[in-house]
């Protein structure tokens, strides 16, 4: 894999397929996955690279090399990330007490001043943050500290349908992990 601010846009490349050969930069861009892109050759369109996307700290460490666009998403970036960190659920105390022994909590998804990860019980909100696309680890996150605050009260953390899309993405296996940390709350239910 070759990073994304390497040289690989002034380097010759050669394709192994039909023998292609020029610079990087004139190759054709493939697929796009969330962390990578493949860039493939012109000719025949077989791969040739595939190239990671830049982490934040990957872009500042070049940031002569980034484009003026791109800072601009960089920057955008950071201050999400920063909302983020300072409104993310982090612990079992920043949680209301319920009343039951049988709770159904639900995630949802609003987009009002932004993306926005809502937990409610009913029609009590619970904890509101911002949300990320394809957010299923984040999920893990919040059933874990829902647990560690209603224990085996907790009957199951239930995505909104609204919520689904932005939760899952595009990665494919988002339902079934989404379900897999259903399920461990229900067998943590069940366990004496």
């Not at 079992?92 to 998804?109: A, F, I, K, R």
């Not at 394809?134 to 999920?139: L, N, S, V």
Request: glycine share 8%; net charge negative; hydrophobic share 30%.
């Amino acid at each position: 894999m070759t990073n994304y601010y390497d040289d690989w846009k002034e380097q010759p490349q050669t394709c192994r397929a039909c023998g292609w050969q020029s610079r990087g930069c004139d190759l054709t861009q493939g697929e796009v996955f969330a962390e990578l892109f493949e860039v493939c050759c012109p000719k025949c369109g077989e791969k040739v690279l595939t190239v990671s996307f830049p982490t934040i700290d990957e872009s500042r460490r070049n940031w002569d090399k980034v484009s003026p666009a791109d800072r601009i998403v960089v920057e955008l970036a950071e201050r999400r990330r920063q909302e983020f960190e300072r409104r993310m659920l982090r612990s079992p105390e920043q949680l209301p007490d319920l009343p039951g022994n049988d709770l159904v909590l639900v995630w949802d998804y609003e987009d009002r001043n932004g993306h926005e990860t809502v937990i409610r019980f009913g029609a009590q909100e619970l904890w509101r943050e911002p949300a990320f696309f394809e957010g299923c680890e984040r999920f893990g996150e919040i059933a874990e500290i829902l647990f560690a605050k209603y224990g085996t009260r907790l009957q199951d953390l239930v995505p909104t349908r609204g919520s689904q899309l932005f939760l899952y993405g595009d990665r494919i296996g988002a339902p079934a992990r989404i379900e897999k940390f259903r399920q461990r709350l229900g067998q943590r239910r069940r366990t004496p």
